[in-house]
């Protein structure tokens, strides 16, 4: 009897490593500085929902773009939908997620910011690498700090390092309320108008192009279910617990 049972606990163990080598490999990349950043983590999150392996690489957006184009890599998640895009691209609908930027500042100087006039002269936060809205990323004369993510932005406005930042305002004012500072750090009198829809998009050459229809549901499951902003506010939230673990 308990060669049997042995015998078939070994016979299950194979069949399940043989069904995890049958698993299709889908190819997909993030920044380098962003290998176990937020859009890894949903690049996880379809993999897992689509049952395939997923082969996670680093590079370059722009490269990332190219190697979508040629067929290297299968997906990728945070683009937005543009014409020049469309015969590279298969844009999964609908988007996955609706974003806009806000620009916060200390709530004592919540004034002193009402027009997009009232930056100019002032240090203003932006995360490495990040694009914001026309008028801003064109503007040579604005006085902007690099900092490495929203985290070292709030330390640095509580600090009187810079006097405001910008970032998603999905992502800040959960993290605010999470680290006690909700009513220290609040939005500028002046708002840009902007939203960002960002979509998943696969390869025109992707193997996946015959699952279009799957990745749609998978996607509208997604924000039904909010499983994305779900895990978008964890990120966050983890990443803070991380670097507060750390301070000295």
Known sequence: MRAYAFFLTVFTCLNLYADEEKRPVIRAAVAEEFKDGLHSKYLKYVAEKLNVELELSTMPFARRLLQIKSGQLDLIVGVQKTEA????????????????YGIFTLKENRQNISSYQD???????????????????????MHKFQA??????????????????????????????????????????????????????????????????????????????????????????????NDAALTP
């Not at 240090?123 to 040579?140: C, E, L, P, Q, V």
């Open 119 to 141: 930056l100019q002269g002032k240090y203003i936060g932006i995360n490495r690498h990040s694009k914001y809205f026309h008028a801003f990323d064109s503007d040579d004369v």
């Open 85 to 100: 895009r469309q015969d590279e691209f298969i844009y999964i609908s609908p988007h996955y997620e609706s974003l806009s």
């Open 148 to 241: 490495s993510g929203v985290l070292q932005n709030v330390e640095l406005l509580l600090r009187k390092r810079i006097d405001a930042f910008m970032h998603y305002e999905e992502s800040t004012l959960p993290l605010l309320a999470k680290i006690g500072e909700k009513n220290t750090i609040v939005k500028t009198l002046y708002q840009p108008n902007n939203e960002t829809r960002h979509y998943l998009a696969i390869s025109s050459h992707s193997s996946l192009k015959t699952r279009i229809s799957e990745l749609e549901q998978i996607v509208q499951a997604a924000i039904n279910n909010k499983d994305l902003l779900a895990i978008r506010l964890k990120h966050y939230a983890d990443t803070y617990q």
